[in-house]
């Protein structure tokens, strides 16, 4: 008998610990609550038992290589696949903060794009025919807040590769260390910029999936909406349970749909056109 698993990175507290709630009780498996910190973790996971779910628990820091292959090794030699991955584990740099805008830039690509691609390399190899995987992007992740028309005609190349998305990263990066990021027009924080590489990610991500010969593997991006969490500051105007909606939507749907596919998903579920201006 194949168990079925899901897996929800960054889920301890906010819109992943939500979404974890959401498929213990809809998902038909094993679902994965994954969290950097084991005694948070373990305390989510007891808070989700105490109303009645029933999550295992997985340390996993997407930053360290180590971590991701330790998680690998557990889905492969207790579950022999994956069906569900959301990608959620992201940080962001609150609009006070004194940290230095090039060591925010580092480390807030390091998280929300070079190590969700880590984690994607590593898992999606596992992924069995029918899997949903949902990249938690933002409304910030749209491609108007990309300001050049240059870099949004390179970002949003139908012929773009996971290879050339990172050399914008990099060049991003580049752009930032020289003090040229606003001269060149990217967008006006590095939490928008990482999520526009997320976005960018997912729909190179379809594509590939597109010529996959395993059926039916289905990918969308998600914004959850400004949620009422820690990373807002609490200033969010949806509730936990609002903003965990569309996530659990497009983790959730049945085989063989139609849409979305490759698609930027809106809290309410709609799909949006990403390249919109508006």
């Known amino acids: 008998m194949v168990k079925r698993l899901a ?38 996971v007891d808070s989700l038992k105490s109303k009645g779910c029933n999550p295992v628990f997985h340390q ?9 292959g330790k998680l690998k090794e557990t889905i492969e030699k207790e579950y022999q696949g994956l069906d569900v991955l959301v990608n959620n584990a992201a940080i962001a740099f609150k609009n006070a903060s004194t940290v230095p805008f090039v060591t925010q830039a580092e480390e807030t690509m390091a998280v929300n794009f070079f190590a969700t691609l880590s984690v994607c390399k590593a898992l999606f190899p596992l992924l069995r025919p029918h899997a949903r995987v949902v990249n938690v992007s933002s409304s910030a992740g749209m491609l ?32 930032v260390r020289a003090n040229a990021h606003n001269d060149k027009g990217w967008p006006n924080s590095a939490y928008s910029t990482s999520k526009v590489m997320l976005s960018a990610l997912t729909f190179i991500q379809a594509r590939e999936f597109g010529k996959d010969t395993r059926e039916d593997i289905v990918i969308n991006a998600v914004h959850p909406g ?12 949806l509730t936990i349970e609002q903003g965990c909606q569309a996530p659990a939507y497009c983790a959730l749907l049945p085989a063989n749909v139609n849409e979305p596919k490759g ?14 201006t508006n």
């Open 60 to 68: 996993l820091d997407i930053t360290d290589e180590s971590s991701i």
């Open 263 to 276: 698609a930027m998903i809106w809290f309410d579920s709609s799909i949006v056109d990403w390249q919109s």
């Open 226 to 237: 400004y949620v009422d969490t820690d990373m807002t500051s609490h200033n969010g105007t």
């Open 7 to 44: 897996v929800v990175t960054g889920s301890n507290k906010g819109i992943g610990f939500g979404i974890v709630e959401v498929l213990c009780k809809k998902f038909d498996g094993t679902v994965m609550l994954c969290s950097r910190d084991l005694k948070r973790g373990q305390e989510a």
């Open 144 to 175: 108007r807040n990309v300001r050049s028309t240059e870099l949004k005609t390179r970002i949003a190349d139908p012929n773009l590769t996971v290879d050339g998305l990172i050399t914008l990263a990099n060049e991003y990066l580049n752009d």
